[in-house]
């Protein structure tokens, strides 16, 4: 429960969340070349797509570069699992 599923008006993939929505997004908006990244591109930043094929934010340990930067704490992995 509690993830909110967020389609992408622009390319009609599905994701579970805003943050794995945000993170297909590439390109700079000053430059106006914002746009989604293709399938591929998703996996290769390590994306994953779940059972309903909603995708999924990349594990810890292979994440996007501009997402790393708007999650710093994200870069080291927890102490423990929950
Ligand atoms: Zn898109």
Known sequence: MGILRSVCPTCGEIFAGVAAFDAHRTGSFKQR???CMSRREM?????????????????????APWF?????????PPDRPL
């Open 33 to 35: 070349t914002r746009r």
């Open 43 to 63: 996996q290769t930043h390590g994306m994953t797509r779940n059972e309903k094929g909603w995708w999924m934010m990349p594990l810890v340990t292979n994440v």
């Open 68 to 76: 790393v930067e708007m999650t710093p704490s994200s870069t080291k």
